[in-house]
């Protein structure tokens, strides 16, 4: 019996995957992370835990706050769920949605809620917030031209910037997948995800005051707002090995038609291929040691001539 | 045409193997120690050799097999092993010296890169495959970044480095344009560095006895 599910369906299941899975995969790399340095850790499933805890405790707003500090929290998580909705999370084929805009829109979506936490942590009015926001404002400049690069090294290889066009591409000629441009752009977009998911060796997100980025943001954030944050930096790491493995890496395993079993098959083979890649920003995570904030630009300045290189040699490439 | 016709893997493998290379260039320029820095020639080194012996089994040449080995020895093993001898004999401190500060030294090995793909493509693009290109820019990409490492590093021995990775540079452009060289002249270029190497090697070693350092910065003082 063939059952063929609507593609609506698939749009749902698509969100409802990214919303599920996200802290399965944060408590995964974080136990793996443990086990590395000889602990036991704690649970894979604790950010679930975590989440649960905090939607039961009640919210605590500053007096000087405005309704900036209660807004951010939504337009992080509703930008994760409109930027889950562009991407091939499960499809091979674009789903009806997959048209509201290309990976340029992706990354105004992940700028617009990280400029929308920066103000709310300015907005409380604590020194902690202003400290953070201006870190985290300075490493969004040293990455912009590396992550426009990288696009416009996507958009010269797939003649387009979607995403989908671009899995089209490189699963269709073997060549191509094997040729420097394309593997100097995963380079390139690795080292953004390092930078961007808060790993070292750019930060690592500790509540120590001398190196916290990311938690100093959302420090005078309490309750259920605290955990609209948190969940929704689990799905912008998420998000960001999604577009990884599934455009860049290995856009195999993503379900072709409309069946049940294809869509059970493409939910797999992603938490899998999310796995293996977890375990590996694990132990890099482990292996490096943090670099001094004022060298932040050598880490960058490296990623972008992985990306200036991969459009040179895709000009000249031989076939 | 410049270089030879040949299978599309080969060239897909020659375009890796030269990203490579040029990658393991920037590792150079990047690094802060100079043990790091010998062990990415070497490695730079090796990637050249599997490149010859690539093209030298594709087009069932001798000669490139016979280069191909030599420079496995000369340049992957006997040429670092004297600089990190070199430098556990003489106790020489870890860091590398620089004038320009790292990612600045990064962006502007970028513009080299850059630099050379646009003469390469004004000197060459009319009677050249693109993979001869590709090639042949990062050879000359390699000249540039030698270059430009003599220029902003203090110590003699980052300089000997320097002019390695000028040699590799020039190998790479000869084994890619004109895989039919006489093996005469690989032979000539390969004893020019071992006996630079020594060469350099006695005068900075001269240099420690008078001036106490390696560095060259003290080499002012003998303005007259």
């Not at chain 2, 000359?140 to 490492?149: A, E, N, V």
């Amino acid at each position: 019996m063939n059952i063929f599910l609507n593609s609506t369906v698939f749009q749902i299941f698509q969100v409802i995957t990214v919303l599920l899975c996200s802290p399965f995969i944060a408590g995964f790399i974080s136990k793996i992370e443990e086990i590395i340095e000889g602990k036991t850790g704690p649970s894979v499933f604790q950010s679930y835990y975590d989440l649960y805890k905090l939607f039961h405790k009640e919210i605590l707003i500053p007096k000087d706050a405005s309704f900036i500090f209660q807004s951010a929290p939504f337009v992080s998580f509703i930008s994760m769920v409109l930027i889950t909705l562009l991407i091939p999370v499960l499809t091979i084929y674009p789903l009806p949605l997959g048209f509201m805009g290309d990976m340029l829109g992706g990354a105004f979506l992940f700028s617009l809620s990280s400029f929308f936490i920066n103000i709310a942590s300015l907005d409380a009015g604590t020194s902690y917030g202003g400290l953070g926001s201006s870190r985290s404002t300075l490493l969004a400049i040293l990455s912009e031209p590396t992550l426009i690069l990288v696009f416009v090294g996507v958009a010269l290889i797939a003649k387009s910037t979607l995403p989908y066009v671009m899995l089209h591409t490189i699963t269709a000629s073997l060549p191509l997948y094997f040729s420097p441009p394309h593997f100097l752009i995963i380079a390139a977009f690795f080292l953004l995800f390092l930078a961007d998911t808060d790993r070292r060796p750019i930060n690592a997100s500790t509540h120590v005051e001398m190196s916290m980025i990311e938690e100093a943001r959302i420090l005078e954030y309490s309750g259920p707002y605290l955990a609209l944050l948190k969940w929704s930096g689990y799905m912008k790491q998420f998000l960001l090995l999604v577009i990884f493995l599934n455009v860049l890496v290995f856009p195999w395993g993503l379900s072709v038609n409309h069946s049940p079993a294809g869509l059970f098959i493409a939910i797999v083979s992603l938490i899998v291929k999310m796995l293996i890649v977890g375990v590996i920003a694990a132990v890099i995570d482990t292996a490096i040691s943090r670099l001094r904030f004022f060298r932040y630009q050598e880490y960058f300045a490296a990623a972008f001539v992985l990306s200036v290189l991969a459009i040179m040699t895709f000009q000249y490439k031989g076939f | 045409m410049l270089g030879y016709v040949m299978p599309l893997y080969v060239y897909v493998i020659e375009d890796l193997l030269v990203a490579l290379i040029l990658l393991s260039s920037f590792v150079m320029l990047s690094s802060r120690w100079i043990s790091f820095y010998i062990h990415a020639y070497g490695f730079q080194s090796f990637l050249i050799f599997i490149l010859t012996l690539v093209l030298g089994i594709e087009s069932q040449n001798i000669d490139l097999y016979f280069v191909a080995f030599l420079t496995l020895f000369v340049r992957t093993i006997v040429v670092p092993y004297i600089l990190l001898k070199m430098i556990k004999k003489f106790s020489i401190k870890e860091e590398v010296k620089l004038i320009i500060k790292i990612p600045l030294s990064i962006i502007s090995g970028l513009l080299l890169t850059v630099f050379a793909y646009f003469l390469i493509y004004r000197l060459i693009s009319p009677f050249s495959p693109k993979i001869v290109i590709n090639a042949s820019s990062i050879a000359l990409s390699l000249i540039f970044i030698g270059f430009f490492m003599i220029i902003s590093r203090f110590t003699t021995i980052t300089h000997i480095l320097g002019l390695l990775v000028i040699e590799n540079g020039i190998f790479l452009l000869s084994v890619v344009v004109v895989p039919t060289l006489p093996i005469i002249v690989e032979l000539v270029v390969l004893f020019d560095i071992l006996v630079t190497v020594a060469a350099m090697l006695i005068l900075s070693m001269f240099m420690k006895m008078r001036t106490g350092s390696f560095s060259t910065t003290m080499l002012n003082r003998l303005v007259g």
